[in-house]
């Protein structure tokens, strides 16, 4: 298996040529996206276009869906929730759907929503994602991270570190082995770094420093803490996410889609 680290969506390269690709948006959108999942949320669809997560979820049962909206890291006019993790409970999530759009989250899963099998990472859900990894053995890995409009971001690099650094340790084999780029390398040092003081890094992290002034301390708290949520989202069709436990067989998952649309 071979690991490759990419900042942003900006620079991942198109098209997605992995045979399995991760986005990652650990401040705060795949942390949400796990959340609602292990919550009991049915699915969650992402769109980068707020017009079009409105106009999609209109068509859909209102006693069925919740709309997840922000930009800048504050909640968008119209939706019933921003995008803090800690708003998915139970009682709302239970059999809807999470419609969600974000400023750069839904977008890094955009951006590789084309590859065989694509993922949503974040540090709670690091070993889910890992097991999956090890079971299926890709060949190819890319790893996306949202970032922040274009730039590079700490938390989500520290997590690609994460996965990294987890995978060698199961399949007991060399950073050498798994590293297909420089990033990955960079991604793993970061990792061993800070690996005792996650919370610390984020309070270092510029979007962490954003959030921190938008008073999301506990938000900061939530999405740094490793491996406490065995939810893995994968990704159904096109745009939509479930928890894998609730596929039976990815692949019989998706003939249905494709004889639903024919
Ligand atoms: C994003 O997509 O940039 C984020 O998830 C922002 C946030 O809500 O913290």
Request: aromatic residues 6%; charged residues 20%; hydrophobic residues 40%.
């Amino acid at each position: 298996m071979k690991l490759f680290v990419y900042h942003t969506p900006e620079l991942t390269p198109s098209p997605c040529t992995a045979d399995c690709a991760i986005a990652i948006d650990v401040l705060r959108a795949t942390t949400t996206i796990a959340t609602a999942l292990g919550v009991g949320a049915e699915a969650v669809q992402v769109f980068s276009d707020l017009n079009r997560l409105m106009q999609t979820s209109a068509e859909w049962d209102p006693a069925k869906r919740l709309r997840a909206g922000e930009r800048g890291g504050s909640k968008v006019e119209g939706c019933d929730f921003g995008n803090s993790p800690l708003d998915c409970t139970p009682q709302l999530m239970q059999g809807r759907r999470l419609f969600i759009s974000t400023t750069n989250g839904t977008r890094a899963l955009q951006k590789i929503e084309q590859c065989p099998t694509v993922l949503a990472a974040a540090l709670i859900n690091r070993h889910a994602v890992v097991n999956y990894l090890v079971e299926t053995q890709p060949e190819t890995v890319w790893i996306t991270g949202a970032g922040w409009e274009g730039s590079f971001a700490l938390e989500d690099t520290v997590c690609a570190g994460a996965i990294a650094v987890g995978l060698m340790e199961k399949l007991g084999c060399t950073l050498d082995e798994l590293a297909g780029n420089d990033e990955l390398v960079g991604a793993v040092s970061l990792y061993q770094q800070w690996k005792d003081n996650l919370l610390g890094l984020f309070h270092l992290a510029s979007h962490g420093q954003r959030l921190l002034r938008l008073e999301c301390h506990a938000d900061l708290q939530y999405c740094s803490a490793l491996d406490t949520l065995d939810v893995l989202p994968i990704q159904r069709e096109v745009g939509v996410l479930v928890n894998q436990s609730t596929l039976v067989a990815p692949v019989a998952a998706r003939s249905v889609v494709s004889a639903q649309s024919a």
